[in-house]
């Protein structure tokens, strides 16, 4: 049975690097072409945060966070995290800009 994952992206990473959203999906699609049963079933972005959002299909045996380990190597430095969500609704990744240490 598919899982549904949510990938989000910070409005802040989104306005430091504004080609990510492309690169993002690029690399959905090629993931896609990978991973048989993997696919992005909708993509938009929130008018009231800035975040971008895509819902994708996971196959069962395929690691949401093997897929963002290798994004992250696609894109400029990050983090991500998975948010606090309630129970009824699927895993949600948040993609932030990394936190910056004071000197």
Known sequence: MMQIAEIRVSYRYLKEHPWVVQG???FLSAYFMEYPGFQ???HFDELETGIH???CD???NMKVLRLLRRLKEDIPPC???QLETQAAT???YLIDSPDIEPE
Do not use: N, R
Request: charged share 10%; hydrophobic share 35%.
């Open 24 to 26: 993002i999906t690029g």
């Open 40 to 42: 992005v079933q909708k």
């Open 90 to 92: 699927y895993p949600q």
């Open 53 to 55: 959002v895509w819902i």
């Open 58 to 60: 996971i196959p069962p």
């Open 79 to 81: 983090h991500y995290k």
